[in-house]
């Protein structure tokens, strides 16, 4: 089953990379988690000149080592405010390419980098494609808090409608995951979500609230591997 998944990732990293990065394009956002390891190894297998004429711009302490690795340019959106193509992971996918992100914590830069980008690709495997949003990632929308709030927005959250709101707590270190910009994650299950755009503007006024992992009509197209081998792609 493992291999089924890794082999649906990559399908679906490679196809994107091949139709949405290109050979014009000057600098590219990368995003985080296990799906984009293989994006990044498909932008290893292009002409080595092409990616010397290229920025790519990390979302996370991860992206960034995959593309130090990798001996590629890095920079940032200090300096590069004006991104051609962003491609990233997701929990999950909506019918209308609203998507969950954060699973793995790194949703506060990867909003940027995606938002900075003229086109945005989500890359996943099957598991992640959903009618609704909730059907099939029930950790619960990430939210990344300032430490010292957290027990103040957990309440709110709950007061929303999210009782199971829980602080992300490490797993080989005592306490909380502290993400990569020093703050903590909340997962809040909120069951289906028929209204992504309502709930995520109601969390974001949460005061100490830093960046909802709730992506809504940010995407225009997303690249599904299946189980069959083949690829669906869900375009707005
Ligand atoms: O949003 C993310 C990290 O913050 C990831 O893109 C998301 O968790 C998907 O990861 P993976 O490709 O490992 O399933």
Redesign the pocket.
């Known amino acids: 089953m493992t291999s089924l998944i890794e082999q649906a990732?990559q399908k679906a990293a490679y196809q994107a990379v091949d139709e949405h990065v290109l050979p014009s394009h000057k600098v590219i956002g990368v995003?985080?988690?296990?799906?984009?390891v293989h994006v990044v190894a498909r932008l290893l297998q292009r002409d080595p000149e092409l990616n010397a004429r290229t920025v790519f711009i990390p979302t996370s302490f991860q992206s960034r080592g995959l593309l130090l690795d990798g001996g590629l340019n890095v920079g940032d959106v200090e300096q590069y405010p004006n991104i051609d193509v962003t491609i990233?992971?997701?929990?999950e996918v909506d019918s209308q390419l609203n998507a969950i992100?954060?699973?793995?914590?790194?949703?506060l830069q990867?909003k940027v980098v995606a938002e900075a980008a003229s086109k945005f690709v989500i890359v996943a495997d099957f598991r992640k494609d959903s009618k609704i949003l909730g059907e099939q990632w029930i950790k619960g929308v990430p939210v990344e808090v300032v430490p010292f709030a957290w027990r103040a927005v957990l309440k709110k959250l709950q007061g929303l409608g999210s009782k199971e709101a829980m602080l992300r707590m490490a797993v080989a270190k005592a306490g909380p995951v502290v993400t990569d910009n020093g703050n903590f994650l909340i997962d809040a299950p909120f069951g289906l979500i028929r209204d992504p755009a309502k709930l995520l503007t109601d969390i974001k006024l949460i005061t100490g609230v830093v960046e909802v992992g709730l992506f809504c009509n940010m995407a225009q197209v997303a690249y599904f591997g299946c189980e069959d081998g083949s690829v669906t792609i869900r375009t707005k």
């Open positions: 990732k995003g985080s988690g296990s799906t984009v990233d992971g997701a929990d992100k954060g699973g793995g914590g790194a949703h990867e």
